[in-house]
Nanobody, 119 residues
Framework: VQLAESGGGLVQAGDSLRLSCAASGTVFRFDAMGWYRQAPGKQRELVARITSGGSTAYQDSVKGRFTIARDSAKNAVYLQMHSLTPDDTAVYYC??????????????WGQGTVVTVSS
């Protein structure tokens, strides 16, 4: 499986962006997909995730501003981001967690998309 993120860019504070992540190849049993981000000099952190059952979880700093959604038919996940601030500037990564009866849980990362928010 390969993941391809898109939708990043340079925006101003207060603007919105929508990130997309599409999985290509065979996904065994979807378990969860998530968006992570890594700002310069900081560790990678979870932003939002969605499970196979549709449950979602968000980092406190993005609650009420970001929404994660999934299109199961397309094996895609989206991150709608509103009211962006410079603190949201980071490389955003998509991660897929799937289950194979042969190999157990598998995790795949995308290559990342850059989001830059200017003040």
């Amino acid at each position: 499986v390969q993941l391809a993120e898109s939708g990043g860019g340079l925006v101003q504070a207060g603007d919105s962006l929508r990130l997309s992540c599409a999985a290509s190849g065979t996904v065994f049993r979807f378990d969860a997909m998530g968006w992570y981000r890594q700002a310069p000099g900081k560790q990678r952190e979870l932003v939002a995730r969605i499970t196979s059952g549709g449950s979602t979880a968000y980092q406190d700093s993005v609650k009420g501003r970001f929404t994660i959604a999934r299109d199961s038919a397309k094996n895609a996940v989206y991150l709608q981001m509103h009211s962006l601030t410079p603190d949201d500037t980071a490389v955003y990564y998509c991660k897929l967690r799937e289950y194979s009866s042969r190999t157990g849980y598998l995790e795949t990362w995308g290559q990342g998309t850059v989001v830059t928010v200017s003040s």
